[in-house]
């Protein structure tokens, strides 16, 4: 993974001037709460719902006023009910957010993502998409979302 270029500052400043990888940064910087936290975020926990395919922990209530919405049908109500806004994942850090790492994390999140339903919903082929906005600047708009290809898509 490239290092964003927006951490090589911070990263340079350790061992007195001469720098530190990402990795030696995270176990000098990180703690093991945090990192059974972000498994909520880099290996959700999936479920089957009257054949949607949701993060666990969604809203029934939700789900049923997306479903109610004009136009609704299943790939758009998995696609809203799936997404996730980058920028949501630190709120506090709002300042450490850029598009360098919006762009590292939606990336490789995606290819995560990708793997996991693949792995635990073979039956249930999916799309996974990393929206990027038109505006690179418009970091609240980075977002992750996933949904059931329809069977003439999973064919192709």
């Known amino acids: ?60 209530d939700s789900l049923r006023g997306f479903e109610r919405a004009a136009g609704a049908n299943r790939r758009g109500v998995e696609a809203v009910m799936n997404h996730l806004h980058l920028a949501d994942l630190h709120g506090p850090d709002a300042e450490g957010f850029s598009v360098d790492k919006a762009l590292v994390l939606g990336h490789a999140m995606k290819a995560i993502y990708e793997a996991k339903l693949a792995r635990e919903f073979p039956h249930r082929p999916c799309a996974v998409e990393f929206l990027i906005p038109e505006s690179a600047d418009a970091l609240e708009d980075y977002q992750l979302t996933f949904w059931q290809l329809d069977k003439v898509d999973a064919a192709s």
Request: aromatic share 16%; hydrophobic share 45%.
């Open 1 to 60: 993974m490239e290092t964003p270029q927006s951490m090589k500052v911070e990263l340079a400043r350790w061992n007195g001037g001469k720098g530190i990888d990402l990795e030696g940064w995270l176990a000098g910087s990180g703690n093991y709460a945090l990192a059974v936290g972000y498994l909520t975020l880099f290996w959700p926990q999936l479920v089957e719902f009257e054949g949607y395919v949701l993060r666990e922990g969604f809203s029934v």
